[in-house]
């Protein structure tokens, strides 16, 4: 009688060596796409705030061109709040808006939020805990132009993990200083 020593299966060594690589391998490829995904939200929150911050600098651009005449006051240390009058072309009224910066809101205009956002909101707590607006000044250079500063800080565990800052030069038509 003979013998068959023809062995095609794996044996259970085999087997156990191959479910320990491919579950290593998947869990590395689990771990990278939670890593990926997660810097992609931080970058979309990042990008979102940054909008935020140069449309808010923009808007409040528009309204100093054109204004009859400012007034800067220095609110803390890190924000300034700005008296902007100027006339309404339609009524011919002449109107006054303050612009100040909220510590954890953003930009107001007579105490309403610029572009109705409330940053609060957008950032997701398990990515950035918070975001703080870490200054707001406005900078005389010249008698008809002006610098705009807003310094924007991202937190995740009480630890500073981005800053960022945006400037706006602004050239005032019609100042009277």
Same mark, same amino acid.
Do not use: P
């Given at each position: 009688?003979? +013998?068959?020593?023809?062995?095609?299966?794996?044996? !259970?060594?085999?087997?156990?060596?191959?479910?320990?690589?491919?579950?290593?391998?998947?869990?590395?490829?689990?771990?990278?796409?939670?890593? #990926?995904?997660?810097?992609?939200?931080?970058?979309?929150?990042?990008?979102?705030? @940054?909008?935020?911050?140069?449309?808010?600098?923009?808007?409040?651009?528009?309204? !100093?061109?054109?204004?009859?005449?400012?007034?800067?006051?220095?609110?803390? *240390?890190?924000?300034?709040?700005?008296?902007?009058?100027?006339?309404?072309?339609?009524?011919?009224?002449?109107?006054?808006?303050?612009?100040?910066?909220?510590?954890?809101?953003?930009? +107001?205009?007579?105490?309403?939020?610029?572009?109705?956002? @409330?940053?609060?909101?957008?950032?997701? +707590?398990?990515?950035?805990?918070?975001?703080?607006? @870490?200054?707001?000044?406005?900078?005389?250079?010249?008698?008809? *132009?002006?610098?705009?500063?807003?310094?924007?800080? $991202? $937190?995740?565990? @009480?630890? !500073? #993990?981005?800053?960022?800052?945006?400037?706006?030069?602004? $050239?005032?038509?019609?100042?009277?200083?």
């Amino acid at each position: 009688m003979m +013998k068959n020593n023809n062995n095609n299966g794996f044996t !259970l060594i085999e087997v156990l060596i191959t479910i320990l690589i491919v579950s290593i391998f998947v869990s590395g490829l689990t771990i990278l796409t939670i890593t #990926i995904k997660e810097y992609m939200a931080r970058n979309w929150i990042i990008r979102t705030i @940054d909008q935020y911050s140069n449309d808010s600098l923009e808007l409040l651009s528009h309204k !100093l061109i054109n204004c009859d005449s400012l007034l800067i006051r220095k609110q803390t *240390e890190f924000f300034d709040k700005i008296f902007i009058y100027s006339t309404d072309f339609n009524t011919q009224d002449f109107k006054r808006e303050i612009v100040q910066c909220n510590f954890n809101q953003g930009i +107001k205009i007579n105490n309403e939020l610029i572009l109705n956002t @409330d940053i609060q909101k957008i950032i997701s +707590k398990n990515i950035i805990d918070n975001v703080k607006f @870490d200054a707001f000044n406005a900078i005389l250079i010249s008698n008809n *132009e002006i610098k705009l500063l807003l310094t924007i800080e $991202y $937190y995740r565990k @009480d630890n !500073l #993990i981005y800053r960022n800052s945006y400037i706006s030069k602004t $050239y005032l038509k019609n100042i009277g200083l």
